[in-house]
């Protein structure tokens, strides 16, 4: 019996509902310990005159405060582009921007001290609006172009010509442990930062080089995070530094938790988009060139957004052949928060553009020939599929290997009857009603490994105990995906013991170093092989061991005839030598048999050129596809969503019950993105929706009542860890069913109506496209406007 496939719990599974399991919040105080708060800017854009910390300094209970001023080391961090101050310097560029660090023996001392640091600052107009940093040139990065064939010449022959926009907007991770850090003075002018991050070996270097010290004298560790969903593969650096600054220079112990409204005002969410697109198709609504240009907010520094704008360029192609295509994309500078990585990491907005624009495809289809096919978005989408040669190439060049699209697609649509019900929906929907309704199938297919090449990389250690248990490490972090749990299975099984036996321990950069984050899905994958093949070296050498304990003659001495299974290792082919495992670790360490080992993994056949926008980005690809149905209240613009059937192709699953988890949580958390969260701020660029009163992220009881999830089933790739494949971050993807399923409900009233709606379609978004049902959306001068301001500024080849 292998314990991988089989629905383990969690491993923290209760710690997490009982409350045990410990957070940073939750680390007991040491002593001398300060709490640390930060000043930060209440302006979006200025420049900085003055920050007056002398009142604050003289008050009873303050131990420091600093400012940029105090920096040790260096004064910028980014993981791309060192652009990002820690502590404001000369300028402000975001409302929440860090201007100093305020640390304090108690928490009223802090709260006092906080408010008497004065900061002056001569503000300017901010840039608050895509639209304005498009129309003004304010970009953060040169534009970026993947193409293919010629888009131009096939877009002058195609027979039928459409242009349209599309706005996404932004989202909030809403982690449940906020951005947290405690710094602890160690020996030697060292450092232990103890941190909620998805990127240990990153925040321990932002930290360094924020202290001038070297890479040796600073540990990061991370036992789990509360969630982070993205926003803490970068964004967790910034709050540690400033902890470890504190530390750094008063000697002290020092913890820094944002409180959630600080949470919500400080850190950079998903990136808004906006897309606009020139499409050439035929009569059969094949695509025959399509020329898109995507634009992003990317707040006020550079933080991973050209690698998101990379992946959102990647993923504009989803599930469909693009034979003449022409996709560009550009950064926008803005003043908010940098925006960052999000569940998805670009690819949710990519696939909403093209979803778009096949939606816009199949309405002019109508539109134009109104008696003849294809009348739906599904035969549209279904002509445009990946298929087999010439048809199977991404516009980046690499080719969809194992695509099981085609084969989940006509199973889910048989499984969910698609068919029957969207005629009898269509049907309904003539109906004068309140209710609309609207059922969309959206396929997905997910490219998993970090856009960025080198990042694909891991390395485990194994510790195997005389009792026969053991101890994995990794750079890979635990935040409720499971990864642990997984990573625990599977060297369960290479040894041949019960996961009990194997313990995961924390994360930290003095046991794995030079780690990526944990991200981009990849973590079992990249974690779990290096963990994987650590083991694998301890099990060689204890059946080497084994052979001579056994002393067998030279004929039997191949170390794969021993076997290690319910506990034991035996001889393939003489049953009566066998041993315990714990009887065997004993007795080989007697004998000085190494019982430790690292592990190393690196993705190969990885290659991708920005320059040229080709290559080989993925390893391989998650695919599945949603059906789901949503009813619409005319009257108030309110969706539900009644029922939706999901298929997705993650290989063998190493963890049913987990998989389960992150394809219903995923879903769910698209699902608010594509319908009720909405980042609203005021003209001055401060965050008006700070709190879960006025973000409105799903509850349990605005998911699917009916939710029917299913595994399909295939082999699995050969080239990955047990033949699974990541499941993380697609599940989000398909949410996009939903959008989907609501721009259908309104297209029954007016094409127009459709068209024009943005995402998230939130109540006000559902009410405001039915207000212009009877206006095309060519004769809108905000359309013309934003058209207007991408053309001016798309770079020419
Ligand atoms: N699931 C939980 N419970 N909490 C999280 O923070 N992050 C998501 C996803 N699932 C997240 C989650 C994101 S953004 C990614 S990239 C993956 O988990 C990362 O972990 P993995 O590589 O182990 O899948
Ligand atoms: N996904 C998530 N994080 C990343 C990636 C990616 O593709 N590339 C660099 N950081
Ligand atoms: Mo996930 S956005 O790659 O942390």
Known sequence: MTSTGSAQPHESAIGHVTGRAPFIADLPTRRDELLVGLVTSTVASGRLLAVHTEAARALPGVVAVLTAADIPGARHFGPLVADEPFLAIDRVDYVG????????????????????????????????????????????????????????????????????TLHVLGQEHVYLEPQSTLAIPGDHGQLDVHVSTQGPSETQHVVASMLGKGLHEVVCSVRRLGGGFGGKETQANLPAACAALVTHCTGRAARLVYDRGDDFRRTGKRHPFFARWTVGFDDDGRIEALQVELFADGGAFTDLSPSVMDRAMLHVDNAYFLEHVDIIGRVCRTNHAP???????????????????????????????????????????????????????????????????????????????????????????????????????????????????????????????????????????????????????????????????????????????????????????????????????????????????????????????????????????????????????????????????????????????????????????????????????????????????????????????????????????GLGWVTTECLVYDHEGALLTDSLCTYKVPLATDAPAHFRCVFHETEGPTETVARSKAVGEPPLLHALSVFGAITHALSCVSPHAARRLCLPATAEEVLRALSWADTPVESDAWWMHSARAVTAHAPRA
């Not at 004065?118 to 970009?139: H, I």
């Not at 980005?617 to 009644?642: C, I, N, S, W």
């Not at 963890?655 to 879903?667: E, T």
């Open 339 to 669: 925006t960052t990585a999000f569940r998805g990491f670009g690819g949710p907005q990519g696939v909403a553009v093209i979803e778009r624009i096949l939606h816009d495809v199949a309405l002019a289809c109508r539109e134009q020939r109104p008696a003849a096919s294809p009348t739906s978005l599904w035969q549209v989408q279904h002509a445009n599929l990946y298929g087999a040669a010439p048809r199977d190439t991404t516009p980046y060049g690499q080719v969809v290997q194992g695509n099981h699209l085609p084969e989940l697609l006509r199973q889910l649509r048989h499984e969910s009857d698609f068919d029957a019900r969207l005629s009898a929906i269509e049907r309904e929907n003539r109906q004068p009603s309140r209710w609309l309704r609207g059922l969309a199938m959206t396929p997905v297919k997910f490219g998993i490994s970090f856009v960025a090449t080198f990042m694909n990389q891991a390395n485990a250690q194994v510790l195997v105990y005389p009792d026969g248990t053991v101890q994995v490490s990794t750079g890979g972090t635990e935040m409720g995906q499971g990864l642990h749990t997984k990573i625990r299975q599977l060297v369960a099984d290479v040894f041949g013991i019960a996961p009990v036996h194997v313990a995961m321990m924390t994360t930290s950069t003095e046991k794995n170093h030079n780690t990526s984050p944990t991200a981009a899905s990849a973590s079992t994958d990249l974690n779990g092989a290096a963990a994987v093949q650590a083991a694998e070296i301890i099990r060689g050498r204890l059946a080497r061991w084994a052979l001579q304990h056994w002393s067998l003659p030279h004929t039997d001495v191949d170390a794969a005839n021993v076997q290690f299974a319910h506990g034991a290792l035996r001889h393939a082919h003489h049953p009566a030598l066998s041993l315990g495992f714990a009887e065997a670790c004993s007795a080989a360490r007697f004998d000085r048999v190494d019982l430790g080992a690292r592990g190393f993994y690196a993705t190969p056949g990885l290659a991708f050129d920005h320059g040229t926008g080709r290559g080989t980005p993925f390893r391989y690809f998650t695919q599945g596809a949603a059906v789901a149905e949503v009813r619409v209240d005319r009257y108030t613009g309110m969706v539900d969503v009644p029922r939706v059937d999901l298929r997705i192709d993650i290989g063998r699953s190493i963890n049913p019950a987990i998989d389960r988890g992150q394809i219903i949580g995923g879903f769910v958390q």
């Open 97 to 164: 921007q860090p201007l100093a660090i305020v640390a304090a023996q108690s928490a009223q001392a802090l709260q006092q001290a906080l408010a008497l640091v004065q900061v002056m600052v001569a503000p300017e107009a901010p840039l608050l609006e895509l639209d304005d940093a498009m129309t003004r040139g304010a970009f953060l990065t040169a534009p970026r172009r993947i193409s293919r064939g010629d888009a131009a010449d096939a877009m002058a022959r195609a027979k039928h010509v459409r242009r349209g």
